[in-house]
């Protein structure tokens, strides 16, 4: 199954059928306006060709110069990205320095290096990040969806999760994500503080309090905590 087949009309699908004796099935949806798709393929495509015969020809050399533009974009927001930083970060010099069109692409990729997906952001995302690099103030942030957050560090826009909060509930505790519990700040993939082999934790570990049955795993044995 190959769908969609952009790049021919319908009337040259439907010739390919004839001169080959294929046969094809019709969905009957095909013809429920209902579908957004369909009103546009029904009513408006129609309306648009009376105006310009060339109507699909222009829209899908449109859409393939959009295509090119975007692959372009990525390309030079990748090529924005210093290496040797931590994931998820970037000097607010180059944010602020770069052109406003690559700030969206930027705050994606930043975004997808902290876990993040960049199908949640739009516009408003980029344009609050982009005000919040232009003011620069520390400690400022913007959330961002997905439970993820903007914030400036000392010349550095950063990208991470979002701190959560529970006093007897449980939360999953995932790489370079900080929660609050009862009091305790809780990192995972950070220098600070007390550390565990991670090897020895299944991911991602789970922080709440004790529950009946418990146990912890000694060098000689199992113990039960109480």
Not at 33 to 40: F, L, V
């Given at each position: 199954?190959?769908?969609?087949?952009?790049?021919?009309?319908?009337?040259?699908?439907?010739e390919?059928?004839?001169?080959?004796?294929?046969?094809?099935?019709?969905?009957?949806?095909?013809?429920?306006?209902?579908?957004?798709?369909?009103?546009?393929?029904?009513?408006?495509?129609?309306?648009?060709?009376?105006?310009?015969?060339?109507?699909?020809?222009?829209?899908?050399?449109?859409?393939?110069?959009?295509?090119?533009?975007?692959?372009?974009?990525?390309?030079?927001?990748?090529?924005?990205l210093?290496?040797?930083?931590?994931g998820?970060?970037?000097?607010?010099?180059?944010?602020?320095?770069?052109h406003?069109?690559?700030?969206?692409?930027?705050?994606?990729?930043?975004?997808?290096?902290?876990?993040?997906?960049?199908?949640?952001?739009?516009?408003?995302?980029?344009?609050a990040?982009?005000?919040?690099?232009?003011?620069?103030?520390?400690s400022?942030?913007?959330?961002?969806?997905?439970?993820?957050?903007?914030?400036?560090?000392?010349?550095?826009?950063?990208?991470?999760r979002?701190?959560?909060?529970?006093?007897?509930g449980?939360?999953?505790?995932?790489?370079?994500?900080?929660?609050?519990?009862?009091?305790?700040?809780?990192?995972?993939?950070?220098?600070a503080?007390?550390?565990?082999?991670?090897?020895?934790?299944?991911?991602?570990?789970?922080?709440?309090?004790?529950?009946?049955?418990?146990?912890?795993?000694?060098?000689?044995?199992?113990?039960?905590?109480?």
């Amino acid at each position: 199954i190959i769908r969609p087949l952009l790049g021919a009309s319908r009337g040259e699908i439907e010739e390919y059928d004839c001169i080959n004796g294929l046969e094809y099935a019709v969905d009957a949806t095909n013809f429920d306006e209902n579908y957004s798709r369909n009103r546009i393929r029904l009513s408006v495509m129609p309306q648009l060709r009376m105006i310009n015969g060339r109507a699909d020809e222009n829209i899908l050399a449109l859409s393939r110069v959009i295509d090119e533009t975007r692959d372009f974009m990525w390309s030079q927001a990748e090529g924005l990205l210093p290496p040797g930083r931590r994931g998820g970060e970037l000097p607010l010099e180059i944010m602020t320095s770069c052109h406003p069109a690559l700030r969206y692409y930027l705050l994606c990729l930043l975004l997808e290096e902290a876990g993040g997906s960049r199908r949640d952001i739009k516009r408003i995302h980029s344009d609050a990040v982009s005000a919040l690099a232009e003011n620069g103030r520390v400690s400022s942030y913007a959330d961002l969806p997905g439970g993820f957050r903007a914030g400036i560090s000392y010349g550095l826009l950063r990208i991470s999760r979002r701190e959560e909060e529970t006093l007897d509930g449980e939360i999953k505790l995932y790489p370079g994500r900080t929660v609050t519990w009862n009091g305790w700040r809780i990192s995972a993939g950070t220098e600070a503080g007390t550390a565990f082999c991670s090897d020895a934790v299944s991911f991602p570990p789970t922080v709440r309090s004790r529950q009946p049955g418990d146990v912890i795993q000694l060098g000689f044995g199992r113990k039960n905590i109480k």
